[in-house]
């Protein structure tokens, strides 16, 4: 089974930082091909919504409420995929998860999600 670990997240003041990272690891140590990273959010009462994707080649896409101000970076080597938000906005206020759909022992899933990182943007 392929899990994926989150970090980052926290308390940040309007127009500030913060930098999501996620990780995907199996039981057996390897044999994980992520074929594309996707983040999502969900502020309470609202729906999960797509953030940024990025592509196996490195093609990103962003929804435009974050365009210009995120950035969507992956690591194919180590797994990883990370988030970087600037210019942080309290409308930005979420649980982020992010998700991949990898192949992993000969299946493929779109269905491979992180536990979660709550984002807080208050002054």
């Known amino acids: 089974q392929v899990q994926l670990v989150e970090s980052g997240g926290g308390l940040v003041q309007p127009g500030g930082s913060l930098r999501l990272s996620c990780s995907a690891s199996s039981a057996s140590g390897s044999g994980i091909r992520i074929s594309a990273w996707y983040w999502y959010r969900q502020a309470p009462g609202k729906r999960r919504d797509l953030v940024a994707t990025i592509t196996k080649y490195g093609t990103t896409n962003y929804t435009e409420a974050v365009r210009g101000r995120f950035t969507i970076s992956r690591d194919n080597d180590k797994n990883t995929v990370s988030l970087q938000m600037n210019s942080l906005e309290p409308e930005d206020t979420a649980v982020y998860y992010c998700?991949?759909?990898?192949?992993?022992?000969?299946?493929?899933?779109?269905?491979?999600w992180g536990q979660g990182t709550q984002v807080t943007v208050s002054s």
């Open positions: 998700n991949a759909a990898a192949w992993y022992e000969g299946v493929f899933r779109r269905d491979y």
